[in-house]
Protein backbone atom coordinates (compact mmCIF):
# COMPACT_ATOMS: atom_id res chain seq x y z
CA UNK A 1 0.00 0.00 0.00
CA UNK A 2 2.71 2.32 0.78
CA UNK A 3 4.29 2.14 -2.95
CA UNK A 4 0.68 2.91 -4.10
CA UNK A 5 0.58 6.06 -2.13
CA UNK A 6 2.11 8.38 -4.44
CA UNK A 7 0.35 7.02 -8.06
CA UNK A 8 -2.81 7.33 -5.74
CA UNK A 9 -2.55 10.78 -4.71
CA UNK A 10 -1.26 11.82 -8.51
CA UNK A 11 -4.23 10.19 -9.50
CA UNK A 12 -6.30 12.30 -7.16
CA UNK A 13 -4.80 15.40 -8.06
CA UNK A 14 -5.34 14.60 -11.73
CA UNK A 15 -9.37 13.97 -11.00
CA UNK A 16 -9.39 17.41 -9.00
CA UNK A 17 -8.45 19.01 -11.72
CA UNK A 18 -10.80 17.60 -14.48
CA UNK A 19 -13.48 18.04 -11.51
CA UNK A 20 -12.63 21.82 -10.95
CA UNK A 21 -12.62 22.57 -14.98
CA UNK A 22 -15.61 20.49 -15.33
CA UNK A 23 -17.56 22.65 -12.39
CA UNK A 24 -16.39 26.04 -13.30
CA UNK A 25 -16.46 25.65 -17.19
CA UNK A 26 -13.24 27.49 -17.03
CA UNK A 27 -11.96 28.46 -20.74
CA UNK A 28 -9.03 26.44 -22.12
CA UNK A 29 -6.85 29.33 -22.29
CA UNK A 30 -7.03 29.68 -18.89
CA UNK A 31 -6.64 26.57 -16.89
CA UNK A 32 -6.81 23.66 -19.65
CA UNK A 33 -7.83 20.11 -18.46
CA UNK A 34 -5.74 17.09 -17.98
CA UNK A 35 -6.24 15.40 -21.85
CA UNK A 36 -5.26 18.33 -23.80
CA UNK A 37 -2.03 18.70 -21.13
CA UNK A 38 -1.07 15.07 -21.79
CA UNK A 39 -1.69 15.32 -25.55
CA UNK A 40 0.64 18.66 -25.66
CA UNK A 41 3.38 16.94 -23.13
CA UNK A 42 3.32 13.66 -25.57
CA UNK A 43 3.40 15.68 -28.67
CA UNK A 44 6.04 18.00 -27.74
CA UNK A 45 8.05 15.82 -25.46
CA UNK A 46 11.49 15.40 -27.88
CA UNK A 47 11.58 19.49 -27.72
CA UNK A 48 10.25 19.44 -23.60
CA UNK A 49 13.36 16.51 -23.35
CA UNK A 50 16.20 19.05 -23.55
CA UNK A 51 14.83 21.97 -21.55
CA UNK A 52 14.09 19.32 -18.87
CA UNK A 53 17.39 18.09 -18.60
CA UNK A 54 19.12 21.41 -18.49
CA UNK A 55 16.79 22.58 -15.54
CA UNK A 56 17.74 19.47 -13.62
CA UNK A 57 21.32 20.31 -14.07
CA UNK A 58 20.73 23.40 -12.70
CA UNK A 59 18.90 22.16 -9.74
CA UNK A 60 21.30 19.51 -8.88
CA UNK A 61 24.58 21.36 -9.44
CA UNK A 62 22.96 24.55 -7.33
CA UNK A 63 21.77 21.63 -4.61
CA UNK A 64 25.52 20.38 -4.21
CA UNK A 65 27.46 23.65 -3.94
CA UNK A 66 24.63 25.07 -1.69
CA UNK A 67 24.98 21.89 0.52
CA UNK A 68 28.64 22.13 0.41
CA UNK A 69 28.80 25.67 1.34
CA UNK A 70 26.28 25.82 3.71
CA UNK A 71 27.95 22.88 5.68
CA UNK A 72 31.18 25.36 5.37
CA UNK A 73 29.81 28.27 6.73
CA UNK A 74 27.97 26.57 9.96
CA UNK A 75 31.40 24.61 10.82
CA UNK A 76 33.43 28.39 10.39
CA UNK A 77 30.63 29.42 12.48
CA UNK A 78 31.03 26.67 15.01
CA UNK A 79 34.51 25.76 15.18
CA UNK A 80 35.01 30.30 14.68
CA UNK A 81 32.98 32.82 16.87
CA UNK A 82 34.80 35.74 15.76
CA UNK A 83 34.28 34.56 12.13
CA UNK A 84 30.22 34.13 13.23
CA UNK A 85 30.02 37.34 14.10
CA UNK A 86 30.59 38.44 10.20
CA UNK A 87 28.99 35.45 8.66
CA UNK A 88 25.56 35.78 10.42
CA UNK A 89 24.89 38.97 9.12
CA UNK A 90 26.03 37.81 5.84
CA UNK A 91 22.94 34.73 5.95
CA UNK A 92 20.31 37.37 7.10
CA UNK A 93 20.94 39.68 4.68
CA UNK A 94 20.89 37.23 2.09
CA UNK A 95 17.61 36.04 3.14
CA UNK A 96 16.48 39.49 3.76
CA UNK A 97 16.87 40.28 -0.15
CA UNK A 98 14.07 39.18 -1.89
CA UNK A 99 14.92 36.54 -4.98
CA UNK A 100 13.49 38.53 -7.64
CA UNK A 101 15.25 41.46 -7.00
CA UNK A 102 18.87 39.42 -7.11
CA UNK A 103 18.17 37.27 -10.42
CA UNK A 104 18.10 40.37 -12.86
CA UNK A 105 21.50 41.52 -11.02
CA UNK A 106 22.46 37.71 -11.33
CA UNK A 107 22.09 37.34 -15.04
CA UNK A 108 24.10 40.74 -15.50
CA UNK A 109 26.85 39.42 -14.05
CA UNK A 110 27.12 36.00 -15.12
CA UNK A 111 25.03 36.21 -17.96
CA UNK A 112 22.06 34.09 -19.72
CA UNK A 113 23.70 30.62 -19.35
CA UNK A 114 23.55 27.92 -16.79
CA UNK A 115 25.84 29.56 -14.25
CA UNK A 116 23.22 32.86 -13.31
CA UNK A 117 20.31 29.92 -12.62
CA UNK A 118 23.01 27.70 -10.46
CA UNK A 119 24.12 30.82 -8.21
CA UNK A 120 20.19 31.56 -7.79
CA UNK A 121 19.64 27.96 -6.62
CA UNK A 122 23.00 28.08 -4.81
CA UNK A 123 21.02 31.37 -2.98
CA UNK A 124 17.75 29.78 -2.15
CA UNK A 125 19.42 26.88 -0.77
CA UNK A 126 22.83 28.44 1.51
CA UNK A 127 20.42 29.37 4.18
CA UNK A 128 18.57 26.59 5.06
CA UNK A 129 21.08 24.11 5.17
CA UNK A 130 23.48 26.32 7.32
CA UNK A 131 21.00 27.32 9.55
CA UNK A 132 19.86 23.54 10.22
CA UNK A 133 23.16 22.28 10.62
CA UNK A 134 24.70 25.50 12.67
CA UNK A 135 21.58 24.86 14.94
CA UNK A 136 21.92 20.97 15.39
CA UNK A 137 25.74 21.21 15.74
CA UNK A 138 24.67 23.91 18.56
CA UNK A 139 22.39 21.52 20.51
CA UNK A 140 24.63 18.74 21.10
CA UNK A 141 24.53 17.65 24.53
CA UNK A 142 27.20 19.44 26.59
CA UNK A 143 27.49 16.33 28.82
CA UNK A 144 28.92 14.07 25.48
CA UNK A 145 30.96 17.00 25.04
CA UNK A 146 32.26 17.34 29.12
CA UNK A 147 32.68 13.53 28.69
CA UNK A 148 35.00 13.73 25.72
CA UNK A 149 36.50 16.44 27.13
CA UNK A 150 37.64 14.80 30.55
CA UNK A 151 38.70 11.46 28.35
CA UNK A 152 41.19 13.52 26.77
CA UNK A 153 39.52 13.31 23.64
CA UNK A 154 40.55 15.73 20.66
CA UNK A 155 38.64 19.05 19.10
CA UNK A 156 39.03 16.77 15.61
CA UNK A 157 38.01 13.81 17.37
CA UNK A 158 34.88 15.77 19.29
CA UNK A 159 33.81 17.24 16.17
CA UNK A 160 33.71 14.08 13.98
CA UNK A 161 32.34 11.35 16.38
CA UNK A 162 30.12 13.76 18.86
CA UNK A 163 29.10 17.00 17.38
CA UNK A 164 28.34 16.13 13.90
CA UNK A 165 26.36 12.67 14.37
CA UNK A 166 24.35 15.12 16.76
CA UNK A 167 23.24 17.56 13.98
CA UNK A 168 22.80 14.79 11.29
CA UNK A 169 19.41 14.93 11.99
CA UNK A 170 18.84 18.47 12.19
CA UNK A 171 20.90 18.30 8.93
CA UNK A 172 18.43 16.25 7.27
CA UNK A 173 15.61 18.15 7.90
CA UNK A 174 17.72 21.41 6.11
CA UNK A 175 18.50 19.72 3.16
CA UNK A 176 14.59 17.83 3.10
CA UNK A 177 13.63 21.98 3.05
CA UNK A 178 16.51 22.71 0.04
CA UNK A 179 15.66 19.83 -1.99
CA UNK A 180 11.47 21.16 -1.79
CA UNK A 181 13.05 24.85 -2.68
CA UNK A 182 16.08 23.98 -5.37
CA UNK A 183 13.24 24.52 -8.25
CA UNK A 184 13.05 27.79 -7.13
CA UNK A 185 16.03 29.30 -7.85
CA UNK A 186 16.67 27.73 -11.23
CA UNK A 187 12.76 28.50 -12.65
CA UNK A 188 13.53 31.98 -11.37
CA UNK A 189 16.34 32.50 -13.46
CA UNK A 190 15.26 31.45 -16.38
CA UNK A 191 12.52 33.24 -16.46
CA UNK A 192 14.77 36.48 -16.06
CA UNK A 193 16.65 35.77 -18.78
CA UNK A 194 18.01 32.24 -20.30
CA UNK A 195 18.11 30.95 -23.89
CA UNK A 196 16.76 27.28 -22.58
CA UNK A 197 15.10 25.55 -19.63
CA UNK A 198 11.66 24.72 -18.20
CA UNK A 199 11.22 28.17 -16.97
CA UNK A 200 12.08 29.78 -20.66
CA UNK A 201 9.94 27.10 -21.94
CA UNK A 202 6.73 27.96 -20.08
CA UNK A 203 7.75 31.51 -20.53
CA UNK A 204 7.51 31.76 -23.89
CA UNK A 205 4.56 28.83 -24.11
CA UNK A 206 2.73 31.48 -22.21
CA UNK A 207 3.26 34.31 -24.71
CA UNK A 208 1.87 32.36 -27.67
CA UNK A 209 -0.96 31.39 -25.31
CA UNK A 210 -0.37 28.10 -25.75
CA UNK A 211 -1.32 27.22 -22.50
CA UNK A 212 -1.60 23.79 -22.70
CA UNK A 213 2.03 23.21 -23.58
CA UNK A 214 2.92 25.91 -20.98
CA UNK A 215 0.75 23.47 -18.38
CA UNK A 216 2.70 20.57 -19.94
CA UNK A 217 6.34 22.12 -19.07
CA UNK A 218 4.62 22.64 -15.12
CA UNK A 219 4.01 19.23 -14.91
CA UNK A 220 7.58 18.26 -16.29
CA UNK A 221 9.25 20.54 -13.96
CA UNK A 222 6.59 19.59 -10.71
CA UNK A 223 7.57 15.84 -11.62
CA UNK A 224 11.17 16.35 -11.83
CA UNK A 225 11.30 18.51 -8.58
CA UNK A 226 9.02 15.63 -6.63
CA UNK A 227 11.05 12.91 -7.84
CA UNK A 228 13.97 14.93 -6.35
CA UNK A 229 12.47 15.44 -3.04
CA UNK A 230 11.87 11.72 -2.78
CA UNK A 231 14.52 10.33 -3.50
CA UNK A 232 16.79 12.86 -1.22
CA UNK A 233 14.38 11.73 1.52
CA UNK A 234 15.25 8.40 0.76
CA UNK A 235 18.44 8.80 1.28
CA UNK A 236 18.15 11.00 4.48
CA UNK A 237 16.14 8.04 6.01
CA UNK A 238 19.28 5.28 5.50
CA UNK A 239 21.43 8.03 6.89
CA UNK A 240 20.04 9.09 9.91
CA UNK A 241 18.71 5.54 10.59
CA UNK A 242 18.09 6.22 14.01
CA UNK A 243 15.46 9.05 14.00
CA UNK A 244 12.05 8.37 14.13
CA UNK A 245 10.28 8.23 10.81
CA UNK A 246 7.49 9.95 9.54
CA UNK A 247 7.05 12.15 13.00
CA UNK A 248 5.82 8.89 15.12
CA UNK A 249 7.48 8.30 18.33
CA UNK A 250 9.95 5.48 19.29
Same mark, same amino acid.
Given at each position: MKHLRLPLLALGLITLWQLVVLATGVPPYILPGPLPVARALVAHLPVLAPHLATTVIEILLGLVLGTLLGSAAALTMILSPLLKRWLLPVLVISQAIPVFALAPIL? @???? %?? #???????????????????? %? =? &??????? =?? @?????? #???????????????????? $?????????????????????????? &?? &? $? %??????????? =? @?? $?????????????? %???? =????DRLVFWQPKHGTLP
Open positions: V @LWLG %YG #MASKVAMAVLIIFFPVTASL %Y =D &GMRRTDH =DL @LDLARI #MGASPAGVLRHIVLPSALPA $FAAGLRVAAAVAPIGAVIGEWVGSSE &GL &G $F %YMLHANARMQV =D @LM $FAALTLLATASLTL %YFCI =DRLL
